[in-house]
């Protein structure tokens, strides 16, 4: 019975976004472990920016810094 924990900043992350982790890390754990989707669990947690640290600074510190997690390209 697989359990996974995604943790992520309080950003905006939208409801299809969630589905689409959820459905993501479900079919991963199929694919890859052969596991039941019936018996997998994926918990998404957010976290307020200012509970969630890096290097020393809480993430809205950095994020006024212009710091982001954004993918670059």
Do not use: C
Request: proline share 3%; hydrophobic share 35%; aromatic share 6%.
């Amino acid at each position: 019975m697989p359990y996974v924990k995604i943790e992520v900043t309080r950003e905006g992350v939208t409801r299809e976004q969630k589905q689409k982790l959820i459905k993501g890390v479900t079919d991963l754990l199929s694919d890859v472990l052969n596991k039941d989707p019936q018996l997998t669990f994926v918990v998404i947690q957010e976290y307020d920016l200012d509970n969630w640290g890096h290097a020393g600074e809480q993430v809205s510190v950095l994020r006024e810094k212009g710091i982001t997690a954004e993918r670059k390209k």
